[in-house]
């Protein structure tokens, strides 16, 4: 799983065998999650609200552009 920081605060994300990674329409792994990116995550929250089960997690952001040309540097 994974600590995602929300608006409410930190929630903690359980993946589970079953859980689908897209972004757009194309399936990523879990290990294209990486620190910083922004997701939306659909799933069952547990108990306090605090802990979520994951259903399906899509991924948001620049990957599906591509890293071509002179890029940024920093």
């Known amino acids: 799983g994974f600590d ?3 608006d409410k ?3 903690k994300i359980n ?3 079953k859980t689908k990674f ?3 329409d194309d399936t990523v792994s879990f290990e294209e ?3 910083g990116a922004h997701v939306t ?3 069952t929250v547990l108990g306090d609200g605090k802990e979520v089960v994951a259903k399906e ?3 948001q952001g620049a990957e599906e ?3 071509h040309g002179g890029g940024h540097k920093h």
């Open 4 to 6: 995602l920081k929300t």
């Open 9 to 11: 605060g930190v929630r």
């Open 15 to 17: 993946v589970t065998a």
């Open 22 to 24: 897209e972004r757009g």
């Open 33 to 35: 999650i990486t620190e």
């Open 41 to 43: 995550v659909f799933g």
């Open 57 to 59: 997690v899509n991924l």
């Open 65 to 67: 552009h591509g890293h």
